[in-house]
C-alpha cells in the first residue's frame, strides 16, 4: 500500500455552523407558529343573526368558543378547558381591574352557532359568575341592514 504524505494541517479550530443555522430555523419556525400575530378575527366563527342592532362597546376581554368546543380567552388567544375556564376569568377579571382602577370589565362573549345549547349555558353561567358586565356577539340580520340602503 502506498503512503501519501500531506503537509496540510489539521485545525481544530474550525466549528461547523450547519447544525446551528439548522437550529436557528427551526426556532423561528416555532416562535413563528405559537406568536399571536394574528387577531381572532382569524378564527372562523360563524355569529348567529339578529334582527336587532347594538351599540359596540370597548372590549376588554374576549372569550370565544369555536364549533369544535375550544375556548380561546383574551387577545393571546390563551385556550382553556370548561373546568378550569372560572379560575382563568377570575384571574383576568382581576388583572383589568387592577389596570382600570378597580372598574368591572366588559366580558365580551362570541360563540359559534352550532355550538350544542347545553355547552353555550354551562359557559355562559361560568362567564356570567366571574363578571357582571356581559355582551353576547351575534350579526344584524340581513333583512333589517337592507332598510339602510
Do not use: W
Request: charged share 20%; aromatic share 8%.
Amino acid at each position: 500500500m502506498i503512503k501519501f504524505k500531506t503537509k496540510l494541517k489539521q485545525s481544530h479550530s474550525l466549528i461547523d455552523l450547519t447544525p446551528l443555522v439548522d437550529v436557528i430555523f427551526l426556532m423561528l419556525i416555532f416562535f413563528m407558529v405559537t406568536s399571536d400575530i394574528l387577531p381572532l378575527k382569524s378564527l372562523n366563527i360563524e355569529n348567529p343573526t339578529l334582527a336587532k342592532d347594538s351599540t359596540p362597546l370597548t372590549t376588554q376581554l374576549l372569550v370565544v368558543m369555536d364549533a369544535q368546543n375550544v375556548i380561546y380567552v383574551g387577545s393571546k388567544k390563551s385556550i382553556v378547558d370548561l373546568g378550569s375556564l372560572k379560575t382563568h376569568l377570575l384571574d383576568e377579571v382581576q388583572s383589568l381591574k387592577n389596570q382600570y382602577g378597580n372598574v368591572d370589565p366588559t366580558i365580551v362573549v362570541s360563540i359559534d352557532r352550532r355550538v350544542e345549547y347545553g355547552v353555550f349555558l354551562r359557559l355562559f353561567s361560568i362567564v356570567q359568575e366571574c363578571c357582571p358586565r356581559l355582551r353576547l356577539v351575534y350579526k344584524p340580520s340581513e333583512e333589517q341592514n337592507a332598510g339602510y340602503f
